[in-house]
């Protein structure tokens, strides 16, 4: 069993290789990249979350014990329902992406931006709380 990495296309392939960087050599890591329909960031939020779970169970079904959503649509949208069903521990990229900015940064007032919204999902959002958190210690999860 290994650890299952998903994202939207090809652009997880750097958490991936993170990750075989990080793990010993001996864990198993497996890739699914959903090109057919990326990407994500057009997508209703319903649509995003039932395309993550298929692609969890997808993953469940080839043995991972863990998942790993590398794309930050689907950590955004779907991370929640994940968690609640994917019966195995799911781990987003927003969270520590934020961690990681903010220790990288001395002005902790970011911005997260979508590269592909649909209408109604605005492209660029206001300062998030979390990330601002995040840079005083204080963001839990």
Do not use: W
């Amino acid at each position: 069993m290994g650890i299952g990495v998903f994202d939207s296309g090809i652009g997880g392939l750097t958490v991936f290789q993170a990750l075989r960087e990080a793990l010993p050599a001996t864990e198993t890591l497996v890739y699914l990249g959903d090109t057919a329909r990326v990407p994500y960031g057009t997508k209703s939020d319903e649509t995003v979350i039932r395309y993550a779970l298929e692609g969890a169970r997808f993953l469940k079904r080839r043995g991972v014990k863990a998942l790993v959503v590398a794309c930050n649509t689907m950590s955004a949208v779907a991370l929640p329902a994940l968690q609640r069903e994917a019966a195995l521990p799911v781990v987003g990229v927003i969270g520590p992406g934020a961690e990681a900015a903010c220790r990288d940064r001395q002005e902790r007032r970011l911005r997260a931006r979508h590269r592909h919204a649909p209408a109604g999902r605005p492209r660029r959002q206001p300062r998030l709380p979390a990330v601002r958190a995040a840079g005083r210690g204080r963001l839990g999860g």
